[in-house]
């Protein structure tokens, strides 16, 4: 079942709602291409183009801070690169999966609930928990 935007998912500023509405397409699709996988590099290419993506919101979420003097830049950014730690050793063994004569695109619908559970937590906790102390940064004007 795919996630949807929700309301409470809104951080307040458009950039970075924009990347968090994106990002959730993204995880929908890696999730259809799991559960129906009939061609290995479309996994590989949804989960590489989420991590792409999922890179470049990082950085513009920092030079956001950077630009509204958010005092947990350096935890943030550490987060962001735990998150993308995280995205690689997926790819790694989705690939690893696929790779095995015993796996390939069987051993990675078998895995795609276990997967797609993974991809959830890792967006909408971080939107929720790290994303959300950002709400009252937006309500200030910009630091120049």
């Not at 009939?38 to 801070?65: G, K």
């Not at 005092?71 to 999966?97: C, N, W």
């Not at 276990?114 to 910009?142: G, N, S, Y």
């Amino acid at each position: 079942m795919p996630i949807f935007w929700r309301p409470q998912f809104r951080i307040g500023h458009d950039d970075i709602d924009a990347d968090h509405r994106y990002l959730i397409l993204l995880i929908n699709t890696v999730e259809l291409v799991l559960r129906f996988p009939d061609d290995p590099r479309n996994v590989e290419l949804a989960l590489a183009e989420l991590r792409h993506y999922a890179e470049h919101h990082f950085e513009r979420e920092e030079r956001i801070q950077i630009a509204y003097g958010y005092i947990h830049l350096d935890q943030h950014k550490h987060e962001h690169r735990q998150l993308l730690a995280e995205l690689d050793i997926l790819a790694r063994q989705v690939h690893a999966t696929l790779a095995d004569p015993d796996g390939g695109v069987e051993g990675v619908k078998a895995q795609s609930a276990e997967i797609t559970a993974f991809l959830r937590k890792w967006l909408v906790d971080h939107v929720m928990k790290a994303d959300m102390q950002l709400v009252p940064l937006f309500r200030k004007p910009v630091v120049r």
